[in-house]
């Protein structure tokens, strides 16, 4: 069985350059007109490992063709959505933010930093695996998400309760500070 794992930067960069050779015949045999912008749209989303949002990227593309508007990446992504080359992604209360990883994966958000990590979690993905509906709704695709705090968060929320001894834990449902 494999194990879960986070999606590592090693994984996303060789993806990255497989997605952005098979890109242009992709969107020629879609009927959609490979332009300047919506390469650079695509090599901004596979270059992020952030799921980062349209602003983001229109900030990125920007650097390279600074006349972009805000309103033709919302288009691009948009369409890239629609035609299977991004996933949007909506955490709860949260804006929209765009995965190029279009590959079955799940998501990790850290609470504090608020941060997306993708990660694969074989186990998961089992559950719903030859189902093509749940109860009365068809299965399109499965996403899990999971809150957390990540690594640095942690440490920087073991830094910040250090300095502060004999504060409540604010970790703890009644406040105290664990075990005594």
Known sequence: M????????????????????EFVARCRKRGIAVTP????????????ENHPSTDEICATVRRRHPHVSLATVHRILDQFCEVGEARKVTLLHDFARYDGNVEPHHHILCVRCRRVYDIEIPEVDKLLEGRTSLGQFALLRCSLEIDALCRRCQLAEKRTHAQRPGEPDPRTPDGSQGKQ
């Open 2 to 21: 494999r194990e879960v794992r986070l999606v590592d930067r090693q994984w996303r960069e060789t993806y990255s350059i497989q997605r952005l050779g």
């Open 37 to 48: 912008q919506r390469l650079a749209v695509i090599r901004a989303l596979l270059a992020s």
